[in-house]
């Protein structure tokens, strides 16, 4: 069965780092492009970052572009996201999503991010 499941989250003070995981079963992982969402409370799920199949790929939204980092290792059929200079605004659950050659979509259950000091 196709799965993926998110670990990593935590509360963390500001300006601090997280490093999410996600890791998937169930896949052909090297053929899969990855992303990763959050949604904070009372706001539209948004994409964060993602990372091609072969990893040679990634695009960031701009408001975490320099500071949040998509990665993976095919062999382990994982993907990370290095998230520093965390800020109250990055607050939310983040959530690893899949997308197979042939379209289908597959989201994790999600993983809470909380900044607060």
């Known amino acids: 069965q196709a799965q993926l499941v998110e670990s990593g989250g935590g509360l963390v003070q500001p300006g601090g780092s997280l490093r999410l995981s996600c890791a998937a079963s169930?896949?052909?992982?090297?053929?899969?492009?990855m992303r990763w969402y959050r949604q904070a409370p009372g706001k539209e799920r948004e994409l964060v970052a993602q990372i091609s199949s072969g990893g040679g790929t990634t695009n960031y939204q701009d408001s975490t572009q320099g500071r949040f980092t998509i990665s993976r290792d095919n062999a382990k059929k994982t993907v990370y996201l290095q998230m520093n200079s965390l800020t109250p605004e990055d607050a939310a659950v983040y959530y690893c999503h899949a997308t197979t050659r042939s379209g289908s979509e597959f989201w994790g259950q999600g993983t809470q991010v909380t900044v607060s000091s």
């Open positions: 169930g896949f052909i992982f090297s053929n899969l492009a």
